[in-house]
């Protein structure tokens, strides 16, 4: 199992402090990050993949500086999964899957019976091996979400980084997709993701990082997320609720004028 670690992250822009101190360690399990826009979110997510280099600090990826690591060795540790999109081609499901094995081999080398293997096994465990001679641009997008995980699967990757995965799609695609993590979780994958949803992060999360104005203000287990803790990230009145089974939900305090009738 990969392990990636933040140690004393700090990022500025153009001197603006956006995080200052960052300790985090990330293994398997799923992680998710909470924190209103502007708390630097996404900005720790591109540090942590090595999109951006951090003013001060280092990011740790198997006990190794990130930075001096090739392209190719990080994919085959660590994935990023981006947000629904839409590709410019119509790839079929297959060859969006399939350009995970390009870490693996040379730009021009062909791919392999062990490449189609490998990307057929990763659509399996996820439920969309039927659609692997579909067009990428016909699918639902929670089906496309899909394909871009098994992609990052086909490459190997033991940790996945996501930011608001759930973005754009229908709330039945939230809720699988979230199913989706928690099984490949179960398995052995890690999962870190950024959310603006409490309740996603109840209903998956084994540990949450609750980020406000570029520090951590909480880290934990699911049970970090309290009226108090949302509160102070958010600035707004939420209750929460245990329902049957064991499952904890948000509900925002409103003050609404009563519908005249």
Known sequence: MATLA???LCFSYQHKPVLAEVELEFQGGVTALLGPNGSGKTTLLKLLLGLLKPSKGEVLLDGRELSGMGHREVAQRMAYVPQIHREAFAYKVEDVVLMGRMPHASFFSPYSRRDLAEAHEAMDRLGILHLAQRPYTQVSGGERQLALIARAMTQGAQLFIMDEPTNGLD???????LERLQTLAQDGFGFIFSTHHPDHALSV?????????????????????????????????????????GVRVCVPALRLKPIAC
């Open 6 to 8: 933040a140690r004393k």
């Open 171 to 177: 709330y039945g695609n939230q809720i699988r997709l």
């Open 205 to 245: 999360a084994d540990r949450v990082v609750m980020i406000n104005q570029g520090r951590v203000l909480r880290d934990g287990s699911a049970d970090a997320i309290s009226p108090q803790s949302l509160e102070e990230i958010y600035g707004v009145d939420v209750r929460l609720f245990d329902v049957q089974g």
